[in-house]
């Protein structure tokens, strides 16, 4: 849900994964977000300027995020590959999505995101909730619902995070999940009985089944509280991946991957004749096209805590945390991304050796001015011994660099 702490939790999450010795790898497919706290292995932001798409395609911030997803869906191949190469050395990979679930759960986009990330791990949905907005058992039930079509939509293990913790408690909530008779309780008690709330008990007698099952786990990204859970939560829905739905996801596989194959085309040929000036090809059927909510839709609904939680979110730091995130720093594969959108290279992009050795190095050289400016700040141990090992692939890099330079004058 939008502002309910994905991105928090990402970085929460990844800090805690790194403190129990697993190694998580990121991927930010929310092209509209300004900041992220953690370090992106694989940054949709690398990919295509979000910015740029609205300017060019004309669109509104939603539009434009949907756009910016198809293209970057056109080139998750490429990303999946960047992922297979880094599997010996990663346990997890974390995808943060963009905040309205439409823009994700219900496009064709998020759809072949999801299904290729399946056909190559086992793979669950982690759906975040913000405790403190979904007391009233009217939200609670319209979240219900938004949880069951997401398992109706993606067939993947579904893990509800309950987060915000430090401000509200989620007893409530996983009572009414697990316990039909303490919703209607709610229902019961509930005073502004309206219209809606007789909609919500018929729907309760309608889902209940679906959603008493499901996975629960309570966390507060910002202090961290109930993080190992999480994680034990992760490490089972991967088991039930490997037992039920990867055998379901492979028999159907083949034919989602042709529509895949299909939507993907079409998609090209839109772009491309965009690009070209030429008016687009019809919409394929089936595909979603872009969602008209009002631009203040998610920043308006958003539960702001700021700087308190950026506080408590340094307070809850610990030595794992830092040396993950240098560890994905190691990782992090910008150049090999590239902007195709914005350098209207995407139909057929692919960077030539060159490109990829010179923007490697300039990373690299860009890591040291950033690790030597990080020296003031304390580092860790292990921080500092996965710096040198930059500072010396950097050194090296530069040195080949000059070689190759001085062998061909
Ligand atoms: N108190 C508290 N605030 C939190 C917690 N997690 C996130 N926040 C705050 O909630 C707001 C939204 O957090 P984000 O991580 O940006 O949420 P998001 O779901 O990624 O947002 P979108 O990507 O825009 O949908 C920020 O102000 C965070 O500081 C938490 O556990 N407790
Ligand atoms: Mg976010």
Request: glycine residues 8%; contains cysteine; negative net charge.
């Amino acid at each position: 849900m939008a502002g309910s702490g994905k991105t928090t939790l990402m970085r929460a999450l990844s800090d805690r994964m790194g403190v129990l010795g697993q190694v998580p790898y990121i991927i930010n497919a929310d092209p509209a977000v300004a900041h992220v706290p953690y370090v992106a292995n694989i940054d949709i932001r690398d990919a295509v300027n979000y910015k740029e798409v609205m300017k060019q395609y004309g669109l509104g911030p939603n539009g434009a995020i949907l756009t910016a997803l198809n293209l970057f869906a056109t080139k998750f191949d490429q990303v999946l590959e960047l992922c297979k190469r880094r599997a010996d050395e990663v346990s997890h990979v974390l995808v943060d999505t963009p905040g309205q679930i439409e823009a994700f759960t219900w496009s064709a986009s998020g759809q072949i995101i999801t299904e290729s990330v399946a056909s190559e791990m086992p793979t669950c949905v982690l759906f975040v909730l913000d405790v403190p907005r979904s007391r009233s058992p009217t939200t609670f039930m319209s979240n219900m619902l938004y949880a069951c079509s997401i398992l109706y939509k993606t067939r993947l293990p579904i893990v509800v995070v309950l987060n915000k913790t430090d401000v509200a408690k989620a007893d409530d909530l996983v009572g009414w999940m697990r316990d039909f008779e303490l919703f209607q309780k709610a229902l019961d008690d509930d005073r502004d009985a309206t219209y809606a709330s007789t909609l919500t008990r018929s729907m309760s007698l309608a889902l209940d089944e679906f959603y008493a099952g499901l996975e629960v786990v309570p966390v507060s990204a910002a202090t961290g509280d109930g993080l190992d859970a999480l994680v034990g939560a992760i490490t089972r829905a991967a088991t039930e991946f490997e037992e039920g739905y990867a055998l379901e996801a492979k028999a159907s596989l083949a034919a989602r991957q042709e529509q895949a194959e299909k939507d993907r085309a079409a998609s090209l040929a839109r772009l491309q004749a965009d690009v070209e000036g030429r008016p687009a090809p019809e919409q394929a059927s089936g595909e979603a096209a872009p969602i008209g909510l009002s631009d203040a839709a998610g920043s308006g609904l958003r539960t702001s805590m700021g700087r308190e939680v950026v506080d408590a979110l340094e307070s809850v730091r610990e030595e794992g945390g830092a040396a993950a995130r240098t560890r994905g720093e190691l990782m992090r594969e910008a150049p090999a991304l590239g902007v195709f959108a914005n350098g209207r290279r995407m139909p057929g992009w692919e960077p030539s050796d060159d490109e990829v050795a010179a923007a490697q190095s300039a990373e690299a050289v860009a890591a040291i001015g950033a690790a030597e400016e990080e020296e003031d700040e304390e580092v860790e141990e292990g921080e500092e011994e996965a710096l040198q090992a930059v500072r010396e692939m950097a050194r090296a890099m530069r040195d080949k660099a000059a070689a190759d330079k001085a062998a061909e004058a």
